[in-house]
């Protein structure tokens, strides 16, 4: 009996009960008749609030301000700033 990594999965599929399919060879199962886990539509798009924003762009200033005097060169690769 092959594992169900190194099974292909040729010898063919049987069915079972709520919609399980079960692979002759390795025994590995399939389940096919579920809907899908979202609702229908689509989700809301959220926005965060106007303080999580700023906090965020500072954080990402500091950041930024914080690895240029190290020497880091925007745009450029570690190749071109050894030259």
């Known amino acids: 009996m092959r594992t169900g ?3 292909p999965h040729t010898a063919g599929w049987t069915q079972g009960q709520d919609g399980v ?3 002759r060879r ?3 199962r399939r ?3 579920y809907g899908a886990l979202r609702p229908p539509g689509l989700p ?8 999580a924003r700023r906090a965020a762009d ?8 914080h690895r240029l005097p190290r020497g880091i060169r ?3 690769k ?4 050894a030259r």
Not at 44 to 51: F, G, I, L, N, Q
Not at 58 to 65: C, K, W
């Open 58 to 65: 500072r954080s990402a200033a500091s950041y930024i301000a």
């Open 26 to 28: 390795c025994s590995t």
């Open 78 to 81: 570690e190749a071109e700033l």
């Open 21 to 23: 399919w079960t692979c």
């Open 44 to 51: 809301e798009p959220r926005k965060p609030s106007r303080a």
């Open 5 to 7: 990594i190194d099974c």
């Open 74 to 76: 925007w745009g450029l």
């Open 31 to 33: 389940f096919t008749d």
